[in-house]
Structures are given as structure tokens and as C-alpha cells.
């Protein structure tokens, strides 16, 4: 059974810094891709960032040069540094990791959520 777990999330006031973690298992085939989503009361859940096995990474705008996403894949864990908070990054931040495939687009598993909460 894949599991993706997160931790790290909590309350931080403005400009703050928090870690996010993520950890993937359960799979005989090794993960692909990993990123992190997040998603606000009322709004559509949104890429924050990925990173390919290799270290490949890609960013939202609104994150870029604030956060720094990283993997560790003898772990199977991906993090997440925030640096810089705003009010507008609280959230309940979700990672996804993918299960590689050698012909197909393998499939992909969602943890359950760590909430962020960045106020004053």
C-alpha cells in the first residue's frame, strides 16, 4: 500500500521560515516525480513546486526565489523550505508523488495534508 505522509506545517507569523516534509512508501517501483500543491479556502488547488528524480525543479511565480524544494531519494522524502512567508501563502499544503513507469505515465499519490498558517 503507497502512503505519502507530510509534516512540518503549523503557524508562522509574517517573513518567517518553515520546512515542509513529505514521505513516500510502499511501492515496489521507485517515485518520479514529486512536488508540492496547495490549496486555500475556496480556491483551486495550485502547483507550489516539483522536482524530477534527477533534481530537476520547477516553481510557481509566486514562490519563486521565497522557496526551495529538494529530495532525498534513498528516503523517498521531499522538502520543502519556505522562507520569506506571507499571509497569502496559508494553505494546506498536499505533496504528490508519482510511481515511475517504464512505458506509461505511472500512477500518482496524494498525502493528506499540513496545514500552513502564516498571520500575525
Known amino acids: 500500500q503507497v502512503q505519502v505522509v507530510e509534516s512540518g506545517g503549523g503557524l508562522v507569523q509574517p517573513g518567517g521560515s518553515l520546512r515542509l516534509s513529505c514521505a513516500a512508501s510502499g511501492s515496489s517501483n521507485r517515485f518520479n516525480t514529486m512536488g508540492w500543491y496547495r490549496q486555500a479556502p475556496g480556491k483551486q488547488r495550485e502547483l507550489v513546486a516539483s522536482i524530477t528524480r534527477g533534481g530537476i525543479t520547477n516553481y510557481a511565480d509566486s514562490v519563486k526565489d521565497r522557496f526551495t524544494i529538494s529530495r532525498d531519494n534513498a528516503k523517498n522524502t521531499v522538502y520543502l523550505q519556505m522562507n520569506s512567508l506571507k499571509p497569502e501563502d496559508t494553505a494546506v499544503y498536499y505533496c504528490?508523488?508519482?510511481?515511475?513507469?517504464?512505458?506509461?505515465?505511472?500512477?500518482?499519490?496524494w498525502g493528506q495534508g499540513t496545514q500552513v498558517t502564516v498571520s500575525s
Open positions: 504528490n508523488a508519482r510511481i515511475e513507469s517504464i512505458s506509461i505515465l505511472g500512477p500518482s499519490y
